[in-house]
């Protein structure tokens, strides 16, 4: 069945320092891809997507790209701030889902320090 | 209004009360869900509705009991919980069959079973 796997956590960084959350799913056909963002005490916001093989996903200096040979869609920032501390998760929903289903990775942590 | 709000924002209560979860969306979508997030533990998935009519159970206990008496409207009622029921309740909408399938969050209901 469909599945995503997203590295564990938690992950601490330095303001400034590169991001890298790494995302590999299982899927039949074409899967739309998305990270999702959990503030504290807030639902999940989505931070991008992608719907096609070699589609880049980009918002607020993230971005992702759909790698389809490799099955992954990991996140990255190149310069991360404190604002950015919250939990990140991937996510799939299968092509032509008629329920709009999606499979959620764990949740990755990320506390960034001044 | 605008996206998907919910309410209350915090519920404590106890094994014997009874009480209701509301959430309500703002974006013409046709499918919602109930999700339940707990520390350490992935998103679960609880129900899903489409066009009103209940079309995911995923074995959730009947004291944990669904309505969507609207497609803009979806309620979870609670009865007789146990303290490990204490988490996280998100609600989100969706339209299936658009190109992405994403899904949209609400806020979130922080539900403590004393």
């Known amino acids: 069945g469909d599945s995503v796997t997203q590295m564990e956590g938690p992950v601490t960084l330095s303001e400034e320092a590169f991001l890298t959350i790494n995302c590999t799913y299982t899927?039949?056909?074409?899967?739309?891809l998305f990270w999702y963002v959990q503030y504290p005490g807030e639902g999940l916001q989505l931070l991008l997507k992608?719907?096609?093989?070699?589609d880049k996903g980009s918002n607020k200096g993230f971005e992702a790209t759909y790698r389809k040979e490799t099955t992954s869609f990991h996140l990255e920032k190149g310069s991360v701030q404190v604002s950015d501390s919250a939990v990140y998760f991937c996510?799939?929903?299968?092509?032509?889902?008629?329920?709009?289903?999606?499979?959620f990775g764990r949740g990755t942590q990320l506390t960034v320090w001044p | 209004e605008t996206g998907v709000t919910q309410t209350p924002r915090h519920l404590v209560m106890g094994m014997t009360n009874k009480k209701s979860l509301k959430c309500e969306q703002h974006?013409?979508?046709?499918?919602m869900y109930w999700y339940k997030q707990s520390a350490k533990k992935p998103l679960e998935l609880m129900f899903v509705?489409?066009?009103?009519?209940?079309?995911e159970n995923n074995s959730v206990p009947s004291r944990f009991s669904p309505e969507c008496p609207n497609s803009s409207h979806l309620f979870l009622h609670l009865h007789t919980l146990q303290p490990e029921d204490s988490a996280l309740y998100l609600c989100?909408?969706?339209?299936?069959?658009?190109?992405?399938?994403?899904?949209?969050f609400g806020p979130g209901t922080r539900l403590t079973v004393l």
């Open positions: 992608a719907t096609k093989a070699d």
């Open positions: 899927a039949t056909g074409y899967p739309s």
């Open positions: 989100a909408s969706s339209q299936p069959g658009t190109s992405a399938n994403e899904q949209f």
């Open positions: 509705y489409s066009l009103e009519e209940r079309v």
């Open positions: 974006l013409g979508h046709n499918a």
């Open positions: 996510a799939l929903s299968g092509r032509g889902s008629t329920l709009g289903r999606l499979y």
